[in-house]
């Protein structure tokens, strides 16, 4: 089957070709007929499959007829990130070429003023991540009463991340009468649940996942102590895998992508991180930063990093072993896309064990060790080891003490963005070190968004880990609750 076949417009076809597909993907093929015709969409699909086109285009066809009003949106489009959101925005930028209409992005952690005259002067296409939506909507900035066609993208990362009571909030204000398209890469039963709720009679289009296992991905483990020692590893074999371009590196926790990136940078390998905790602009300089190839390396978290596309990546690293098997298959599938070969590279400590046993049973293969398993592994370094609770720690700080203890640092705000670093892959001695990362801006504005968009954006909880909660004062005590108390006699009268 060709595009000519699927009943787009002609401007819609035109802008297909002008960029480069001369074939529709599976789900395009089944997707786009149905929803030309105003069904409503189940789609299960991730990213990868071509799932954007697949609501874009029906949607733009769909919206050479009529035109919009002030406030009152035609189309909505709920992404989870606001990454995601962007992305949806430049395919309607691509496909949308010979089109006058109106698209605004509305997430947070972007001025509300620009956006808000945006959507005054009437929006054919909203793309917005759910929490800044809500809150526009609350503040009378906005009507829902216009929309023709909602899209919810990405379902089961909503609930992932907590959003799932607002997609039903949000579904309740949108009219009855709305064309929904709907698309989640896996139906958990609060997914199904909500389908449901909202579909009319949808038509159920499901794609195989993308590259799951995908023979164009070397996929191997190599054994490793704890953080320390990963470090060392990582940056080991940063310096020597063979036809290197750039990385993704994920940690499991959003804590660890902040010391880790701070690592490879002091290592001197030009690197950009990418968490939920930071903001909206420094995690759009990472990504261009990677994209664009300044920096050969991304250290990320899974919610930031995830439905991301990003062509042409040559290695991922799973710095942590992902604790849900899915989560692998995500990961990896940032590499080897477009038929392209990729590297897939998993350190793992004894206790991840159990977790590889899930991933190879999920993916039915055994994924091969490069070098010895972690029982054949000698024990870890005594330098590499944290001082336990009560242990003094030596007078001489070793080295991989002293790189502990300079990760510990805080970093200061007021440094430029990641964007503006050179490519280096190895450590450069003698070479400038790059500039910090930077996690947000240093003035007044920074702090008073980061309040917002902790208030509104993060209103439902991220599921970023931050590490088991700290009970008490954790395994730090300070030393004058140590010091010994000298208690005196009491003298006769007193009492
Ligand atoms: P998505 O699943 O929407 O993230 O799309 C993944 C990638 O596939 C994007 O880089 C698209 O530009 C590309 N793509 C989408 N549709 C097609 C197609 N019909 N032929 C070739 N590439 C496509």
Redesign the pocket.
Known sequence: MN?NELGLSQKVLAA?EA???????P??EQAIPPALQGRDILGI??????????FTLPMLTRLEQGRARARMPRTLILEPTRELAA?VEE?FA?YGVNHKLNVALLIGGVAFGDQEAKIMRGVDVLIVTPGRLLDFFDRGKLLLTGIEILVIDEADRMLDMGFIPDIERICKLVPFTRQTLFFSATMPPEITRLTEAFLHNPVRVEVAP?ATTASNIRQVLVASHGHAEKRETLRRRLRSEDNFKNAIIFCNRKRDVAILHRSLEKHGFSAGALHGDMDQMARMASLDAFRNGDVALIVCSDVAAR?L?I?DVSHVFNFDVPTHSEDYVHRIGRTG??GRSGTAISLVTGEDRKYIAQIENLIGNKIDWDGPSPDELPPPLEASRHPRRGERPSRGRRPADRERASDRQPVASDREPSGSRSVRRPSQPGAARPAPPTYGEPDAARSARRVYSERRERRPRLREDDGPPVVGLGDHVPSFLLRPVVLKPAKVGEE
């Open positions: 595009f297909v960029s480069g597909y001369t074939q529709p993907t789900i395009q699909a991730q990213t990868g499959t071509g799932k954007t086109a697949a992305q395919a691509r993308a439905g596309d062509p896309r477009a």
